[in-house]
């Protein structure tokens, strides 16, 4: 199996890579190393079944030109497509970045994957699609969706232009929509955030919001695990599953106390007001996994044991800098 | 009242623009004359309250200096977003089509807004939005949203990047789910391709697919009428309302009795094999206006009478060419 794996130098793609080399594909993958870092494929560079090479993907010709000569060589069997903007208050400030980042790089695997003839896609989406629909279980094929972020209109325009591929071209597909996911490398997120402050001012941290904001945690070892899970057991054309913890979340709060206790014991927390830490960003939502759990899989961790795993695994990331 | 119009020479644009015209607004609009015509601006563009500009909405830079300057002579109230792509079959050929056409002009268009606080926008979605969710009655708040073709897939994207703007910036904005709409003046559809075919020869009408695919038409008349009632009378800050005739529709074979009936009586009909037209074509629907209803506006014209009219309207167009 050759995979193919953009934004393989970020968070997920660089977990990906792994998981999929350990399981004896054939793995390569392209970054433009704007959010990614050559540091994340430090486990994997040095395996003779990885290539990587840094393309920016929101450029079409170069992108183009640069799968011709891999697929040449390894014929692509499927591609991940997990590059995208991940700095969510950026793409607020600016539309442009998330149509750079995270609508056009899907538009241009798109045009690349036709051309080649490559008929299989993995697409990682997000629950930010859904928008703001307070109160409302978040099943899949819950309606209307109006996200409320430029990230989260970017990646509801990249579902619905798979979704006319898979009328045109594309044989197979898996749309993931991953809730909020955590572990390491770190790279963004409140928890990295939080360890950045306590190692500057160790005596106080300062939280953005009244801590009340409570979302669903994944680890990003769970995250990759069900999405190869979905990839592997699910049989439609278009298959699109909720990725995410088993209940309805811990608080922004919780996470506040967690990085505290394993960071800076004894450090007081400051909180600021309202429940929306920026603009686009959902105060609380309740995520559906039934689907995926009815396709055979559930995560062993709930939101609690993923942000408890994942403040250790980031303190220790950041100590060792 | 100062009312800008995208895509004001095009099919609906110009309807529109007569009508506000009619109604007291001053009426300023842009349009690149691809597939809007000049023509179709005779009835408006000596009144003094029309101003009309060939501008590319798809170029920023020169749609934000066009409408700085009208937006200093006579500051907008207003924006009613109609431009976008009209030949759905050309853009399943070439997805650059439809994110140059539909949806780039609607993302420009909220950059030029937020730039000039324009803070009201009127924006011509379409029922093309839902994909082919086959014998589900169409209701607004339905899901999944998998549309099938990339111009439904750039409608949908940009509905999600207004939605988002409506988080940030925007303060009022309507979003109209248009049907197949019928009328003059014509520019593309199946009414007139038949009127075309049958005045090249005369004796037989041959009809892509086998006729049975069956949609409702409405009337432009009344779809400008719904889109003026919901502006005036819709109170939420993002309101989305589908417009249509309050039917199931009628056939591709009833439209083309139509035709011959008024071009050409007596010429025989052959049809084609399937019942989709083409790739991204959604065969049969069944669009609900009931929210619409509620708000307090119902179609005069059921779908058949519709097609009536439209025929004769185009068949007079024609002729007198």
């Known amino acids: 199996m050759n995979t193919f794996i953009t934004g393989v130098a970020g968070f997920v793609g660089c977990n990906l890579a792994e998981t999929l080399l350990k399981r004896g594909h054939r793995v390569a993958g392209f970054d433009n190393l704007c ?19 840094k393309v920016d993907l929101a450029d079409l010709d170069s992108y183009r030109e640069a799968l011709i000569r891999l697929h040449e060589r390894h014929p692509i069997s499927s591609i991940w497509h997990m590059a995208a903007n991940s700095d969510i208050p950026a793409g607020v400030t600016d539309v442009r970045v998330d149509l750079r ?28 699609i859904y928008g703001d629909l307070q109160g409302i279980k978040l099943i899949e094929d819950i309606g209307p969706l109006f996200p409320i972020s430029n990230y989260g209109a970017m990646k509801l325009a990249s579902e619905a232009i798979i979704s006319a591929a898979v009328e045109s071209f594309l044989e197979r597909t898996y749309i993931f929509r991953f809730p909020n996911v955590i572990g390491t490398p770190a790279t963004h997120g409140a ?90 960003d959902v105060p609380r939502f309740s995520y559906s996994i039934e689907k995926l759990r009815r396709l055979g899989w559930k995560p062993t961790l709930g939101s609690a044991e993923a942000v408890r795993l994942a403040v250790r695994q980031i303190a220790a990331q950041e100590a060792s800098k």
């Open 35 to 53: 959010r990614g870092r050559l540091l994340n494929l430090d486990p994997v560079i040095d395996n003779p079944n990885f290539t990587f090479k």
């Open 191 to 280: 928890l990295l955030d939080f360890v950045h402050k306590l190692n500057k001012t160790p005596n106080n941290l300062m939280v953005l919001g009244d801590g009340s904001q409570q979302k669903p945690y994944l680890h990003v070892d769970e995250l990759i695990d069900a999405m190869i899970y979905i990839y592997e057991h699910a049989t439609e054309r278009l298959n699109y599953f909720n990725i995410g913890a088993d209940d309805d979340g811990v608080t922004v709060k919780f996470m506040a106390e967690q990085v505290v206790a394993i960071v800076s014991p004894g450090a007081t927390i400051t909180y600021g007001e309202g429940n929306k830490g920026w603009v686009g």
């Open 101 to 128: 980042d995270t609508f056009m790089t899907t538009l241009n695997t798109l045009e690349v994957m036709k051309h080649l003839n490559i008929q299989t896609l993995a697409f990682a989406s997000t629950s930010a």
